[in-house]
């Protein structure tokens, strides 16, 4: 077996040590090489490279943008038998990919479970999101995507970050404040269009999730779509309604571990396989929690069992 680790040295919690333990781990049952990544895209060029070369196994160590790098270089030219299967040691911030498949949210027990499941051969197919931008971008995501809100909020932590603001709990929350009072709250730019000709209308923003749960805030998970799943197609929150009670009471309803999403301004469509977002005016877009800028016009795509993942 062949396998390519990719490593992020900017990720929030890799060190030294845990990359060299996973690198070791691995070795004990494959060929391997390991590739540090250089700049934003380096991982999904390495996947890309792995993928048309034969590899195996494509282990991703970093955060969800590293997770979501590597995704989209293994299907550079879709989903075919000879995409390497996916390996996950998390070293991020919030990891949200790894904590969902149930992998352990430290580098040193993720390398554990991957060499188990490396041995064993236990392996599990995922379902994916895909976007495609009405700027002809396409990308996948492996559990989240937003428009609106949520977006903007990402495009304002990134500004702070550059400015030196380190990335935390309490940098996110100042940015969700500030976005909420400085959004237009009265003119919704969505619509969301089903392809029987269903919508909605003036929806102020939307989250696509693949899996449950979103995100998380600390040890806290939150859960617009509570019954989206890896084995199932695409979940949606939407927000009509951006009054302060309103969205504090659905925060506050999402933070719950047994969560009912729906109700005061939101609403939630379960296992939708395509739709279509359009804006008014460009609106922020994220995938992954990867700001990707403005678009006015984006198409969501459910891709059944699109990935093997060892789990």
Not at 145 to 156: E, K, L, N, S, W
Not at 192 to 212: E, F
Request: glycine content about 8%; some cysteine; hydrophobic content about 40%.
């Amino acid at each position: 077996m062949r396998a390519l680790v990719v490593v992020n040295p900017r990720a929030t919690a890799t060190t030294s040590r845990e990359r060299d333990v996973l690198t070791h781990a691995v070795a004990s049952e494959a060929t391997v090489e390991i590739e540090h990544t250089l700049n934003r895209g380096h991982a999904s060029a390495l996947a890309c490279r792995a993928m048309r070369d034969g590899v195996d196994l494509v282990i991703a160590m970093g955060g969800d943008g590293t997770i979501n790098e590597v995704v989209n270089g293994l299907l550079t030219d879709g989903v075919h038998e000879k995409v390497p299967a996916l390996g996950v040691v998390p070293s991020g911030s919030t990891n949200v990919f790894a904590r969902a498949l149930g992998l352990p949210n430290d580098a040193v027990e993720a390398t554990g479970v991957l060499l188990d499941a490396l041995r064993s051969d236990r392996r599990r197919r995922v379902s994916l999101g895909r976007l495609q931008a009405d700027d002809d971008e396409d990308r996948w995501f492996v559990f989240a995507a937003g428009i609106g809100f949520d977006a903007a909020i990402i495009a304002r932590v990134e500004r702070l970050r550059q400015k030196g603001h380190e990335s935390n709990e309490i940098l996110y929350a100042r940015a969700a404040l500030r976005e909420f009072l400085a959004t237009d709250r009265r003119h919704p730019a969505l619509r969301l269009s089903l392809p029987d000709g269903r919508g909605l209308d003036a929806v102020h923003y939307a989250i696509v999730a693949n899996t449950d749960p979103w995100t998380f805030v600390r040890t806290r998970a939150l859960h617009p779509t509570p019954e989206a799943s890896f084995d199932s197609d695409l979940d949606i929150y939407t927000r009509t309604s951006m009054g302060l009670p309103a969205t504090g009471l659905s925060f506050l309803r999402i933070a719950r571990q047994n969560s009912r999403a729906g109700g005061w301004g939101a609403g939630v469509l379960h296992d939708v396989e395509d739709f279509r977002l359009d804006a008014s005016r460009p609106t922020p877009v994220q995938v992954d929690g990867d700001l990707l800028g403005e678009r006015r016009s984006i198409r969501f795509l459910s891709v059944r069992q699109a990935l093997t993942v060892l789990v």
